[in-house]
């Protein structure tokens, strides 16, 4: 019998402070990750694994600082493209 699967939130939040080198410490889904030491390189990387992870690909309006600036805004951009609801945007407007 397989694990069951973690959820997106479980696992940005874990990938996002392991790229943040902050230990076992627990990550607010609000917290304000830029405070707390991303960069544009850690956010790169992050973006990346998370990607990885999920299976997803993050738009390119969604790579900003906003989106980076805490779990609950990296969730919110990763479920969106997992409900199509991005790229049912995107069409609407092409």
Known sequence: MSA???SARDLVAT???KHLNLGHRELRPDEDLWNLGMTSL???GLML???DALDVELPADRL???TFASVNGI???VESVQSGVHGE???ART
């Open 4 to 6: 069951p699967q973690e």
């Open 75 to 77: 969730v919110a951009a």
């Open 49 to 51: 694994e998370i990607e």
């Open 89 to 91: 945007e995107t069409r």
């Open 15 to 17: 990938l996002t402070a």
């Open 64 to 66: 900003n600082a906003e």
């Open 42 to 44: 850690t956010c790169m």
